[in-house]
């Protein structure tokens, strides 16, 4: 009898692009009141479909937000392509899920890192833009760290 192993990284990864997926179709023709979507994804993956001036901007990574202007949102079982507004200039892109690194609904606390699990959850560098464009580095929310050791009970 031959030995077969599963490979629970790969049905786990299927499984968040999968929500991913169906987050984004409830998103469809508008945004659900009380959230919105942050999606980072890697901008050399070949089937990713964005304006040359993006790719030269954000060469490894890219941040978007979905709140309430994009239009025409459409998601396939391979991937999902929205207009969006890139510094005062309407654009369309398309990106493969399997290009997706993050996916986060910010007002619901919800995040999921859909890297492999031997990638470090950093982001490759990506340069920041103007605010109040749908496109950002994707660290472009920065969260205040508080450090919980001086609420420790100290053990002497």
Do not use: C, N
Request: charged residues 30%; proline residues 8%.
């Amino acid at each position: 009898m031959g030995s077969s192993t599963i490979d629970y990284d790969a049905l786990q990864r299927r499984a968040m692009k999968g929500i991913v997926r169906e987050a984004l179709e409830r998103a469809i023709p508008s945004m659900p009141e009380g959230h919105f979507f942050q999606i980072t994804f890697r901008t050399q993956h070949p089937e990713v479909r964005l304006p040359a001036h993006l790719i030269e901007e954000y060469p490894d990574a890219m941040m978007i937000r979905l709140r309430v202007d994009y239009w025409d949102l459409e998601v396939t079982d391979a991937y999902f392509a929205v207009g969006l507004l890139f510094r005062q200039q309407e654009a369309r892109i398309q990106v493969p899920f399997e290009a997706v690194s993050r996916f986060e609904d910010p007002p619901s606390a919800f995040s999921l890192w859909l890297g492999a699990r031997s990638e470090a959850p950093a982001e490759p560098s990506a340069k920041p833009v103007e605010s109040g464009d749908a496109a950002m580095a994707p660290d472009g929310d920065s969260a205040d760290v508080v450090s919980l050791d001086a609420f420790r009970r100290r053990q002497d």
